[in-house]
Structures are given as C-alpha cells and as structure tokens.
C-alpha cells in the first residue's frame, strides 16, 4: 500500500511539472490515462492558476468526467464553477451525468443556475430542471435520467445494435429497461441475458415482467434499503403514472446511506459533524444552542438535588455515589438510544413493533441494572462496612438503569411514530434525562431507608 503511495506521489509530481511547464501532450497523455478519482484528487490539490492552464489543456466534456466523482456539496465547487469560463463551466455540466449535476446545482443562487441551464442544451436542460424540481431526499432527487429504454417487440439482435450506440451516454447498462408505447415500465433485462441469448430471440420472452421499482416520491432512505434489500446495481423509478423518469443507481446509494449515518451521527452527538470549521466562533456559534437547551434541563437536575438539602445534610455519604449512578445509568441510556436508533433503520418486515422493543430493552434493563447493583452494593457494603447502604446503592443504581434504557429506546420509537427523526433524540438529550431521572430514583429509594443504615 506504501509503495502504491509512493508511485502515486511520483506521478502527480511529474504531472504538476508538467503542466507548469507547458508541456500539454505530456499532461494530456499521463492525465487521461488515469483513473476519474485520481483526476479529481490532483484537480483539486491545485492552486487557481494551475486549474487556469489545466482549463486550456482539457476541454469540458474531459473536466465534467472527473467532476462526476467530485462531492456535490463541497464547500468551494461553486468557486470552482465561478472561476471558469461561463460557457466551459456550463458545457462541462452538460457533460455530466444527471443526476450529479443537478445535485452540484442545487447548491448554487438561483441566478447561476438560470444563466448555466441557459447555455445547455434545451433538451438537456428540461431534464435537469425536471430534476431540480425533486426534493432531493426523494427518488427522484437523486436518480439519473441517463439510461437507456427499449421496447419489448424488439429482437436481441437490435437491442445490441442500440446499446452500442448510446451506450456511452448512459450511466449504467446493465439493465436494459423496456417500455411501452407510452413510456410505461413493462419489464427488464440484464446485459449478461442479452449476451447468453440467440439475436432472434424477441426481448418480451426473456424479460423480467414484475419490475421492482420505486416512486419519485419514495424517501431516499427507502430507496437505499431496496437496493441493497434486493442486491440490484440500480433501480427504475417511475412517476404517477408509472411512467418510467429515472433510475437511481448503486454510486448515489452509497452517497445515501453515507449521508443517513451522517446524520445519525449528528443526532446522537447533539452536534453536526459534517461541520468542519477551523473557525472557533463558526464552531461555538453551531453547538451553543443544543449546550444551552441541555443547560436548562440540567438545571432541573441541580434544582431536584437542591430539593434534597436536608437529607444530604443528614446523611452526607449520599454525595459520594450521585456521579456513580447517574454516569451509569446515563451511559445505559445511550446505549439503548443507540440500539433503538439502529433497529427503526430497518424496513418493512425487520422493523420492531414498539412494544416488542419497549419490553425487550426493559427487560435488558432489569438484567443490566441488577447485575450492576449487586456488584455496586458488595463494593460499598464492603467498602463502608455498611452492607444497608450498599443495599441502597444496589438498587437506586437497578431503578436508574432500568429507567434509563426505558427512556433510551421509547424517546426515539415515539418521535419516529410522529415522523420526526428518531436521531434527534440525541446522546446528551438521553443522558441529562437519564440525570434527572436517576436524582429522584436515588434520593427517594434512599429517603426509604436512611434510618436503617445511619
């Protein structure tokens, strides 16, 4: 792997020495004969200047192949566009798939848009613009509309015939999906089933007739899971009608399902970790608000401790265990959040009934918390040589555990239930509740036997 890097440092080198130095048949040759995404890596480690010479070697249609591996969203590609000629910029996403233009437009002002689309061609604009039009969490945000149709009188033969000549505006050809008069999904066919079978073979008899599809409207979670439910190397999508308009394929789920662990992610840390930032202000100015929420309800807890004064000062031993039991059963919490937030991922079928999960983690719970308190309550009964104490711990820290994995995996399958995103019930919400909650398990179990162990 080392010496892969290595070879690979050589090359960019001799290809930036090349390109500063105007030797463009040089660059051109070692350039294209590289992978995309090794082209789009040394693209993007130049300076403005050098992307300036490297615009007069390439011409578009070479740019746009390697910008299809290029992030959408990434921060600096509408600078990227910006420093471009305008028509070279519109040409190079003319030259693009589809569906990962659009998504590099759906990113830039309005006016942009218009004077790039402008300068396309109208057919191909009318596609994008169609696109644009999508949520971009749907099917059709995300699918593709470059792919190739046939119809079922068609013979093997001419089918061939046809993929040979549009193949190369397609963005996969593997499935062959074929349409009615009216651009209606009537079946599908694989390449490899086009090359096993005699060119007089009609396609209607070889044809898959139940297509799996999905709507433009399904969310791009939903599509994602399909895909990999059925192991398909792309999916048709079709409209109200059921007409087929796209295909979404197995690049732009990875992407999905990158995405969606993103976001899950965030939500569990009560922090967008897509956000980068180097900028301390930027950063803060992000995490603040959820801090602050999580401040107030901490509040709650410190107020509830405060409710507490007398029995503390009664008993001051209680102050020693309040971090033990409420770290702990916060960190169950979290653990059951996370379960919970895992399990609603799944469709369909594998998706667990509420109360089914609500036992389950309950029952995980009880089983957690009374391992953990018996194993808490020899601790300090040996430890104070108060066995009553001990006895106390053992089970505020059962109660709080137990409680804990309730919240943990009900919080999320409620909001899920009410269509909000299970992850928002994120890791510091669960464990500042988990705070309160074990507070008033711990002093009222304790208030219960203060005078057996004092």
């Known amino acids: 792997m080392e010496q892969n890097n290595d070879q690979g440092n050589v090359i960019q080198a001799r290809l930036l020495q090349a390109l500063t130095k105007g030797e463009h048949k040089v660059f051109r040759k070692m350039f294209l004969d590289m992978h995309f995404y090794d ?181 791009q979670a939903d599509v994602a899971q399909k895909i990999r439910d059925y192991n398909f190397i792309a999916l048709p999508v079709v409209d109200d009608q059921q007409k087929l308009v796209g295909i979404v394929t197995v690049d732009d789920v990875i992407e999905v399902i990158d995405d969606e662990a993103q976001a899950d992610y965030s939500g569990l840390a009560g922090v967008d970790v897509e956000d980068v930032s180097d900028n301390p202000l930027k950063a803060a100015s992000k995490r603040l608000p959820w801090l602050i929420t999580l401040l107030f309800l901490g509040m709650s807890t410190a107020t509830l401790i405060n409710h507490y ?66 194993t808490v309550m020899l601790i300090v009964g040996f430890w104070k040589q108060n066995f009553t104490l001990g006895l106390t711990i053992g089970l505020a820290m059962t109660a709080a555990i137990t409680v804990a994995n309730l919240a943990g995996s009900l919080i999320p399958m409620l909001m899920d239930k009410l269509g909000f995103d299970p992850a928002v019930a994120s890791g510091p919400f669960i464990t500042t509740l988990s705070d309160l909650t074990s507070v008033l398990i711990y002093f009222s179990i304790a208030q219960i036997f203060i005078h057996a162990f004092m």
Not at 347 to 371: A, F, H, W, Y
């Open 39 to 219: 082209q789009a890596q040394f693209y993007l480690s130049l300076v403005p200047e050098q992307r300036q010479q490297l615009y007069q070697i390439l011409d578009p249609h070479e740019v746009g192949d390697f910008f299809d591996t290029i992030e959408d969203d990434l921060p600096e590609m509408r600078e990227l566009l910006l420093e471009m000629d305008t028509r070279y910029a519109a040409s190079l996403l003319n030259s693009m798939f589809d569906d990962n233009a659009a998504d590099i437009l759906e990113h830039l002002p309005k006016d942009e848009v218009d004077s790039y689309l402008n300068l396309m061609n109208k057919a191909d604009a009318i596609q994008l613009r169609k696109l644009l039009h999508y949520d971009t969490e749907t099917a059709g945000g995300i699918m593709t509309t470059d792919f190739i149709t046939l119809q079922a009188e068609l013979t093997v033969g001419e089918a061939l015939t046809i993929l040979k000549h549009e193949a190369d505006e397609a963005e996969t050809i593997y499935y062959v999906y074929l349409v009615n008069s009216d651009q209606r999904l009537v079946g599908v066919i694989t390449l490899r089933d086009l090359i096993v079978t005699d060119d007089d073979t009609k396609l209607a008899a070889i044809m898959t007739p139940n297509v799996i599809s999905a709507s433009v409207h399904d969310e």
């Open 309 to 374: 004064e007398g029995l503390l000062s009664e008993a001051s031993i209680l102050a020693v265990f309040i971090s033990l039991i409420t770290g702990t059963a916060g960190n169950a919490g979290t653990q059951s959040l996370a379960v919970a937030v895992r399990r609603l991922a799944f469709k369909g079928n594998d998706k667990p009934k509420l109360v089914r999960l609500v036992v389950s983690e309950i029952l995980t719970g009880l089983v957690t918390g009374l391992i953990t308190g018996l």
